[in-house]
């Protein structure tokens, strides 16, 4: 009867139908689970033990648990020998900063260091002085339909970023024409720099041209004297043109404003 049974139990049959089938054959139910307690002891390769389906999906879940356990654990340990070796040998008064924080008196202007709050490194910029504005040959006599062409110029200036002005005239004696960026703010090879469209309104009796130009990017400004613009009229009729400057801004890199003194 036990071959019999480990023959069935090879065979993938269940345990219930072996059982009910030897009741049917008239064997005593003591000897039945006694028989199929021994049978079941002895394994028995073959298609019982083979593990498909769901059964293999779980396997292959349980593997990948495992996986992820072992990664969290290396992980978890690096965390540790860090913490260990690094912030718990800090002293209880010493900062923790991170690399590269600017340390005022190593030499180096850099992060939120200022002339103000660490000269040593960062030395105090040239102020602007004596900073000036105006127009080249701002008067002259002109003729019925000639061109004529008057330079804005700025002097001892540093840092410029950016700058805007009206550009005042008469509009019985002139008609605009252009206006033209100078070289003085696009120089040292810079050409990022965008000028407003020129804009023309009137005051009273006099007419005026707004310009405004200003550097892009992290360029810096610059220093020195220069032609800001070049704007050019049109004689409407003969006579002495006049013109003017007013409303004019100066900017440096960071913004601020840089005052005129004439």
Excluded at 29 to 55: F, H, N, R, V
Aim: glycine share 10%; hydrophobic share 35%.
């Amino acid at each position: 009867m036990v071959s019999y049974v480990k023959s069935c139990l090879h065979d993938g049959l269940p345990v219930s139908k072996i059982r009910a089938e030897l009741r049917n054959a008239g064997w005593p139910k003591k000897d039945i689970e006694e028989t199929i307690a021994s049978a079941s002891s002895i394994p028995s390769p073959g298609p019982a033990q083979k593990k498909t389906g769901p059964q293999s999906e779980k396997a292959s879940k349980k593997k990948l648990y495992a996986g992820v356990i072992i990664l969290i654990l290396v992980v978890g340990a690096g965390t540790y020998y860090f913490i260990s070796n690094y912030l718990f040998s800090l002293s209880p008064n010493q900062p923790v900063k991170p690399p590269g924080e600017p340390v005022c008196g190593d030499g180096n202007c850099t992060g939120d260091e200022t002339s103000e709050v660490c000269p040593s490194d960062c030395p105090a910029l040239p102020v602007n002085q004596n900073v000036t504005v105006r127009i080249s040959q701002s008067s002259r006599t002109v003729s019925s339909g000639d061109a004529v062409n008057f330079d804005v110029e700025i002097n001892s200036v540093y840092n410029l970023y950016g700058y805007q002005f009206d550009f005042e005239y008469d509009p019985i004696i002139l008609q605009f024409s252009k206006a033209t960026e100078g070289t003085f703010l696009n120089k040292n090879g810079q050409e990022s720099t965008f000028c407003i469209d020129p804009k023309v309104s009137s005051r009273g009796t006099v007419n005026y041209v707004t310009i405004a130009c200003t550097r892009l990017g992290a360029i810096g400004g610059v220093d020195g004297s220069g032609r800001l613009e070049s704007v050019a009229f049109t004689a409407a009729s003969s006579g002495a043109a006049e013109t003017g400057l007013s409303n004019v801004k100066l900017v440096d890199s960071s913004t601020k404003r840089i005052i005129l003194t004439g």
